[in-house]
């Protein structure tokens, strides 16, 4: 199955999950973009239902045209953000490039019989989804110059946020499975949770979170190019039931970075888990929508 992360069993009682992820420079400033790109690079092993203990950098970096401090403060933000995770930096690997790109290899622990995958979602399951949609519109605007400094400070806020208390949520609660969101964006990835578990998925499109700005700049245009990439890759599986306005659906196909987690829970459970991330702080997470019986093949509905 085409998990967030692969899974290596060591013992009965314990299992390794591994990860690795590595993106350009979505921010202007170093040290932030350090911590986005550590954030992202954890979440998949917290979607996993894993801890992550141990981490390696990997960077690309144009060393003659660019001036080192550069470097040192994106691998400080990285540093704060697995610090701040309890992930031990252990090593990593540079090389030259003409422009910056980083992330991480990471390594965490599971018990093998508390695997989170994506392919676990039952029908009658209801999905909840723990950060808005629409970093990437939002990036997108960014480096046209359009975006407000207090709107881009939220941006990275939430960006830098990690899923650790959602996956502890998740853990405590009880849930069927789980994925991230990132690049292939929420249609994107409902689409892979709904064909490893042979079921379809009903989105409501009106209770998705949803950045407002991300909105507006989606009206303007301001659309970055794998959007349109998972339209096209996607599009065939989805079912618009009713009208939904474009500016809406540009941003579920959007493809975001750090983006939340994706969780398949039991109906009886889905209230106790909402509950739960909204104690633990992860106060935007909602209810979006259930899964049912494909029919006869996996599809997702947005109404």
Same mark, same amino acid.
């Given at each position: 199955?085409?998990?967030? @992360?692969?899974?290596?069993? #060591?013992? $009965?009682?314990? !299992?390794?999950?591994?990860?690795?992820?590595?993106?350009?420079? *979505? /921010?202007?400033?170093?040290?932030?973009?350090?911590?986005? @790109?550590?954030?992202?690079? #954890?979440? $998949?092993?917290? !979607?996993?239902?894993?801890?992550?203990?141990?981490?390696?950098? *990997? /960077?690309?970096?144009?060393?003659?045209?660019?001036?080192?401090?550069?470097l040192s403060r994106i691998l400080q933000g990285a540093l704060d953000k697995l610090n701040e995770a309890g992930v031990m930096l252990v090593?990593?690997?540079?090389?030259?490039?003409?422009?910056?790109?980083?992330?991480?290899?990471v390594t965490g622990?599971?018990?093998?019989?508390?695997?989170?995958?994506?392919?676990?979602?039952?029908?009658?399951?209801?999905?909840?989804?723990?950060?808005?949609?629409?970093?990437?519109?939002?990036?997108?605007a960014l480096k046209a110059g359009m975006l407000p400094a207090d709107v881009l400070e939220r941006l990275v806020a939430q960006m830098v946020r990690l899923n650790d208390k959602a996956c502890q949520a998740m853990l405590e609660i009880g849930a069927h499975a789980c994925t991230d969101i990132t690049g292939f964006g929420l249609l994107g990835h409902a689409c892979e949770?709904?064909?490893?578990?042979?079921?379809?998925i009903e989105l409501d499109s009106k209770a998705v979170p949803i950045i407002p700005e991300s909105l507006q700049f989606a009206h303007q245009g301001l659309i970055?190019?794998?959007?349109?990439?998972?339209?096209?890759y996607r599009s065939a599986m989805i079912i618009q039931a009713g009208t939904i306005?474009?500016?809406?659906?540009?941003v579920l196909y959007d493809p975001q970075t750090s983006g939340g987690l994706l969780i398949a829970v039991a109906e009886e459970k889905a209230n106790a888990l909402l509950a739960r991330l909204h104690e633990l702080?992860?106060?935007?997470?909602?209810?979006?929508?259930?899964?049912?019986?494909?029919?006869?093949?996996?599809?997702?509905?947005?109404?």
């Open positions: 199955m085409n998990d967030d @992360a692969g899974v290596y069993k #060591l013992r $009965d009682d314990l !299992a390794i999950v591994e990860t690795v992820d590595m993106i350009a420079a *979505i /921010v202007d400033d170093p040290y932030s973009f350090g911590m986005i @790109a550590a954030a992202n690079g #954890l979440s $998949d092993i917290y !979607a996993m239902g894993g801890k992550p203990i141990t981490a390696m950098n *990997i /960077v690309g970096f144009p060393s003659e045209s660019m001036d080192i401090s550069v090593g990593g690997h540079s090389v030259r490039n003409d422009e910056v790109k980083f992330g991480l290899s622990i599971i018990h093998p019989d508390k695997i989170m995958s994506k392919g676990g979602a039952k029908v009658g399951d209801r999905l909840i989804i723990t950060k808005p949609a629409g970093t990437g519109i939002l990036t997108t949770m709904a064909e490893a578990s042979g079921a379809s970055p190019e794998g959007m349109y990439a998972n339209w096209e306005d474009e500016d809406t659906m540009s702080g992860v106060a935007e997470a909602a209810v979006v929508g259930r899964v049912v019986e494909a029919s006869p093949t996996s599809q997702i509905t947005v109404i």
